[in-house]
């Protein structure tokens, strides 16, 4: 069970891009109707393109940087994105279960500020690793890396994910002490 997340940026962009176009378009017709003076003159761009030539300079600049945007954002769309669903191992019943990498992060959160002498703990989900920075008052920070180390992993074990992921505890000095 994996849920990705959908690509929405590339869409955005490219919609947003269109968008402004067709706006600069219409602005430009509409005052060519009225008898003012177009926004784009479209005879001026006619005679831009009636000049050019491909092996101009800045049409292959253009070329080139409109063709990079264009398979960076094909490539946004096609390529998956990040799980957001971390599978569970399956259970004796053999039912497909996952837990959310939010859900997953509150939850080992609280666990890791149990420990006694934490005052916080900020707790990221990746695809294999879990990272723990724990907060602490206490000059004296050893014993507690291991600590919440310990309570961490036990809570990993209590949930079972799929694919065993490998836990980083870092405990630093708390600013405010």
């Keep these: 069970m994996i849920r990705?997340?959908?690509?929405?940026?590339?869409?955005?962009i490219v919609g947003l891009m269109l968008f402004v176009a067709a706006v600069v378009v219409v602005i430009s017709c509409a005052q060519l109707i009225t008898g003012g003076p177009p926004l784009v003159a479209f005879?001026?761009?006619g005679e831009l393109g009636r000049t050019t030539t491909w092996n101009d300079a800045r049409v292959l600049a253009a070329g080139g940087i409109l063709s990079s945007v264009g398979l960076a954002l094909l490539a946004c769309g096609l390529l998956p994105g990040r799980p957001q669903v971390l599978a569970l191992a399956p259970?004796?019943?053999?039912?497909?279960?996952?837990?959310?990498?939010?859900?997953?992060?509150?939850?080992?959160?609280?666990?890791a500020r149990r420990a006694d002498g934490i005052t916080g703990?900020?707790?990221?989900?990746?695809?294999r690793t879990v990272t723990v920075n724990a907060r602490t008052p206490l000059r004296d920070r050893s014993g507690l890396p291991d600590l919440v180390r310990a309570l961490v992993i036990e809570r990993l074990d209590d949930i079972n994910l799929a694919r065993p992921a490998r836990l980083r505890v870092t405990v630093t000095s708390d600013r405010s002490a």
Excluded at 4 to 12: E, H, I, Y
Excluded at 91 to 104: E, K, P
Excluded at 121 to 127: K, Y
């Design 43 to 45: 005879g001026t761009l």
């Design 4 to 12: 990705r997340p959908r690509r929405t940026l590339p869409a955005t």
């Design 121 to 127: 703990a900020r707790v990221r989900v990746g695809a």
């Design 91 to 111: 259970g004796d019943d053999h039912t497909a279960a996952g837990i959310s990498r939010r859900s997953l992060a509150r939850d080992l959160t609280s666990h």
